[in-house]
């Protein structure tokens, strides 16, 4: 079994792999403006669980979610030709609600400074 340092830098290279794909190879309209926040590899590398977000946000969380899935075959032929691996991970895909949590947090806090000017 790979060690946690390993694991973690497989999942780093098959980020910016994965986002380098979306933004240069994929042409389907589902998944215009999406963006790779997290990947995590599993001990024994059988799974390779990708969390994605979009610049709209959760109203197009299953069309991207749908997308992926349908591209999921090439995107995992693809990173396996630029991520060396004995063998590479099938490829399952997550909805990160991250970063829309980020921005509400950020406008309560700046409502919060407005109320204290006041």
């Not at 059988?46 to 709209?56: K, L, R, T």
């Not at 899935?69 to 997550?94: D, I, K, M, Y």
């Amino acid at each position: 079994m790979p060690s946690s340092i390993r694991l973690q830098k497989i999942a780093d290279r098959i980020r910016e792999e994965m986002s380098e794909l979306l933004l240069r190879e994929i042409s389907d309209p589902r998944l215009h403006q999406i963006f790779v926040t997290d990947v995590r590899v599993d001990r024994e590398l059988a799974y390779a669980d990708v969390y994605v977000s979009a610049v709209e946000g959760k109203s197009r969380a299953a069309d991207v979610l749908a997308g992926l899935e349908s591209a999921n075959g090439f995107l995992r032929r693809a990173l396996a030709t630029r991520v060396e691996l004995r063998v590479f991970p099938r490829l399952r895909f997550h909805w990160d609600p991250t970063p829309e949590n980020a921005d509400h947090i950020e406008k309560l806090l700046r409502q919060l400074r407005e109320e204290r000017k006041e």
